[in-house]
């Protein structure tokens, strides 16, 4: 269990193993026991999530590919605190991007969570790629431009300073941090616009968001609408059930991506599962999978900061132990592929069919162990990335970046302890599609 968990994070895992050593005995769990492994090629340094770290927590990647050179590709990923980490495709640093300083003593500090790419986005002097993160700590969206002849510093931050925050209305709002949380990005093709679908923190709401250039060549946004997600759900046995969580808090969205085949978003309610829904937040929602643990009763306990699960009902999925978290998309070249989706709570990856038209399909799956005794695999996996193309010699047919939270080997605290830390491991993709059968 991570450490610098939330009382809530740390409630809901709780909650979680225990319905998952229940499932663990019964043999309706044994179907995800026998899924292939496939091991790491590389790792990023270790991120600490403390003052001698910088604070920084390894968080969500996107993959950007450099069309000129494929092999000077780039992994973009957020460290919360510790602002955006820029990786050659060797897992070696390229950039480190601070997040902005809190407005006053008291208020929150910048705080990135997750980021998604704009490929071709139009300004005033023509198209540029960037990269969109969403700033928990602001509650701001943060937009930087992509320029590959830097290669020591290849990422410009291009934010209107005047953009507002996504859902606050202001700093005494912000400070109480229910704000930017997930994010996907869309380019609607029917118009040529260019959206980020974000999510707010401890709420079911999600937002669309237009990205507009401005003609002093920054970027600003604007709140088109909003959707709500259910917050309680009515059971087979006629009950009414929610998640158990801190008080107040409602079952949050935070992994999300957009399938450009049709405009589709998928988004993963942590504790409930995964939804798809129009980008343009119009139509309803429809559950395409559950969490093992929907159903299951829990009673918050103010004084562990945790929840007793009760008995499971059976009302739950098959394959995805909450929380659900990074969702990304394999995409094939006939417009066939998968939707990715982290297993968080039983650290395996999930494999849907996103074939349009279809009902996205469980399609198998994986995990990602250790490689070796320096090299370890992904646990409590919290974002993840893939892209099917090719990037240079390292890696031909593509790569899967997914974040580690619980970094091996630790590095001593001075206390007899070890360190928190969280990176992410670069996977080829060649052994994913080999191991799953893709």
């Not at 319905?19 to 790792?43: I, K, M, N, Y």
């Not at 986005?121 to 969403?134: K, Y």
């Not at 969490?291 to 995805?320: I, K, S």
């Not at 995990?367 to 090719?390: H, M, Y």
Request: hydrophobic share 35%.
């Amino acid at each position: 269990m991570r450490t610098h968990r939330t009382p809530r994070r740390t409630a809901a895992l709780a909650l979680g193993i225990a319905v998952l050593a229940f499932l663990t005995s019964a043999p309706a769990g044994a179907d995800d026991a026998d899924l292939p492994t496939v091991t790491p090629a590389a790792e990023t340094p270790a991120l600490h999530d403390d003052e001698a770290g910088g604070n920084a927590d390894a968080d969500d990647p996107a993959i950007w590919r450099n069309t000129a050179d494929p092999g000077r590709s780039l992994v973009i990923a957020t460290a919360k605190e510790g602002g955006l980490r820029v990786y050659d495709l060797g897992a070696r640093l390229v950039q480190s991007l601070p997040a902005p300083r809190p407005p006053a003593e008291d208020d929150a500090p910048g705080r990135y969570n997750n980021v998604d790419l704009v490929t071709g986005l139009r300004t005033p002097t023509g198209r540029t790629d960037v990269a969109v993160v969403s700033d928990r700590g602001n509650d701001r969206l943060r937009i930087y431009r992509i320029d590959a002849s830097k290669p020591a510093s290849p990422l410009t931050d291009i934010t209107d300073p005047a953009a507002a925050p996504v859902f606050s209305t202001g700093q005494t709002e912000i400070n109480e941090q229910r704000t930017a949380y997930g994010l996907a990005t869309w380019q609607d093709t029917a118009t040529g616009r260019t959206y980020a679908l974000v999510s707010q923190r401890e709420r079911t709401r999600l937002a669309l968001v237009e990205l507009t250039p401005t003609a002093s060549g920054t970027v600003t946004y604007r709140k088109v609408r909003t959707l709500d997600l259910p917050a309680s759900f009515r059971l087979p046995d006629g009950t009414t059930w929610s998640p158990c969580a801190e008080p107040g808090e409602l079952p949050q969205v935070e992994g999300m991506v957009v399938d450009p085949a049709d405009g589709t978003l998928y988004a993963g309610q942590e504790d409930i599962g995964i939804w798809r829904i129009r980008a343009d937040l119009t139509g309803k929602p429809e559950l395409v999978d559950k969490v093992r643990e929907f159903g299951v009763p829990g009673v918050y306990d103010e004084e562990t900061e945790e929840c007793a699960a009760g008995a499971d009902p059976g009302f739950g999925g098959d394959h995805l132990s909450a929380d659900v978290e990074g969702l990304a998309l394999y995409q094939e070249k006939d417009g066939d592929g998968y939707l990715l989706a982290s297993s968080q709570g039983d650290d395996t990856f999930a494999l849907y069919d996103r074939e349009v038209g279809e009902d996205n399909e469980y399609e198998g799956g994986f995990r990602v162990g250790a490689a070796s005794a320096t090299l370890d695999g992904s646990q409590e996996c919290d974002g993840a990335a893939v892209l099917n193309a090719p990037l240079g010699s390292r890696y031909p047919k593509g790569l899967l970046v997914v974040q580690d939270g619980h970094e091996t080997p630790g590095v001593p605290d001075g206390e007899g302890g070890t360190r928190t830390a969280t990176g992410f491991k670069f996977v080829d993709l060649a052994d994913v599609v080999d191991a799953a059968d893709l």
